[in-house]
């Protein structure tokens, strides 16, 4: 069964600093998803990494993919207030493996304090 | 509508009731999923739509749950005789083309759903 990890689950970072949420995943998979959920709200697609080596970049954010080492992270960098959030890696079916789930990890909850 | 429209946005329902929640998909998505959402959790799979086609149902926590989609559009989730432990978010989520191409999904709001 296809599991994804996040770690850490919760992390409260000073304001300017940089910090990474790492994301592992249990079976074969190229193709993994960053969502963004603020609190009562539902969840925005952040970005979309469908190679081994893939990096995408947006503002302070950076997410890349290790699909050998079955790992994605999400880099913040010089961190500021609105980046608080919950973030959620996601991983969908490879074709051949019979099901159709996109399998969410467990989230990670950011606050940035001022 | 431009995005993924859920109804109701908020459901209180007594123990043993019959609920539907509703998900309106963005025109012309193909893929269709529901997620239900815990406090505090990430969203867990429920049930997948290939246009009118359900492909995946593995998901569903009992035979309670039964989802539809009969023309390939709008999505209804029922839940019979709901259950304390049904109380969560419930998300729906389309994407342009099947499941399995590297497509993200756009969310609804999402129902909350509490049972007393």
């Known amino acids: 069964e296809l599991k994804v990890e996040q770690n850490p689950l919760f992390l409260s970072m000073q304001e300017g600093k940089n910090y990474t949420i790492y994301c592992n995943y249990s079976?074969?998979?190229?193709?993994l998803y960053w969502y963004r959920q603020d609190p009562g709200k539902s969840l925005e697609s952040l970005f979309v990494l469908l190679s081994n080596g893939a990096v995408k970049q947006e503002g302070r954010l950076m997410a890349s993919l290790d699909t050998k080492a079955r790992l994605s992270t999400l880099h913040i960098t010089a961190a500021v207030h609105d980046l608080s959030a919950t973030y959620f890696c996601?991983?969908?079916?490879?074709?051949?493996?019979?099901?159709?789930?996109?399998?969410f990890g467990t989230g990670t909850r950011l606050k940035v304090l001022a | 509508g431009a995005g993924v429209s859920q109804s109701p946005r908020y459901k209180v329902a007594k123990r043993g009731q019959d609920v539907a929640l509703r998900c309106d998909p963005i025109?012309?998505?193909?893929?269709l999923f529901w997620y239900q959402q815990a406090l505090g959790q990430g969203p867990e799979f429920l049930t997948y739509f290939q246009n009118e086609a359900q492909l995946d149902k593995s998901g569903l926590p009992s035979d309670r749950f039964f989802a539809e989609r009969p023309e390939g559009s709008v999505s209804t989730l029922k839940i019979q005789r709901t259950q304390q432990e049904d109380s969560a978010v419930y998300l729906c989520?389309?994407?342009?083309?099947?499941?399995?191409?590297?497509?993200?999904?756009?969310f609804g709001s999402g129902t909350q759903l509490s049972v007393l």
């Open positions: 989520a389309s994407s342009p083309r099947r499941s399995g191409v590297g497509e993200k999904l756009f």
């Open positions: 025109s012309g998505h193909v893929s």
């Open positions: 079976t074969t998979s190229d193709r």
């Open positions: 996601a991983v969908d079916p490879t074709f051949t493996s019979g099901t159709y789930k996109y399998i």
